[in-house]
């Protein structure tokens, strides 16, 4: 089995800042992308930002100079720095990872989800 479990949400004032966790565990051979997707009310799931197990990363365009993805490969975990936050980035945010198991099947898993709610 895969684990992975984010951490990090909660309630923060317009400007403020947030940091969101994602560590995946339990019976993984390698770790491909890792990333993170929100959803808000009424709205379909899209991605926030996405990393490469050699450090590539890829942003929405309503994220870039506000947002920062990085990982710890030694640790299987994800981070997103979430600065300057605005109402409409109020979302649940969920962690997605593409690994190799130790059956040898890539596949994709996620995380249960975090709310960020950004409001005054």
């Known amino acids: 089995q895969v684990q992975v479990v984010e951490s990090g949400g909660g309630l923060v004032q317009p400007g403020g800042s947030l940091r969101l966790s994602c560590a995946a565990s339990g019976r993984i051979y390698s770790i491909n992308a890792m990333g993170w997707y929100r959803q808000a009310p009424g709205k379909e799931r899209e991605l926030v930002a996405d990393i490469t197990s050699g450090g590539s990363r890829n942003y929405a365009d309503s994220m870039k100079g506000r947002f920062t993805i990085s990982r710890d490969n030694a640790k299987n975990t994800v981070y997103l720095q979430m600065n300057s936050l605005k109402p409409e980035d109020t979302a649940v945010y969920y962690c997605?990872?593409?690994?190799?198991?130790?059956?040898?099947?890539?596949?994709?898993?996620w995380g249960q989800g975090t709310q960020v709610t950004v409001s005054s």
């Open positions: 997605n990872c593409n690994l190799l198991n130790s059956d040898f099947v890539v596949r994709t898993y």
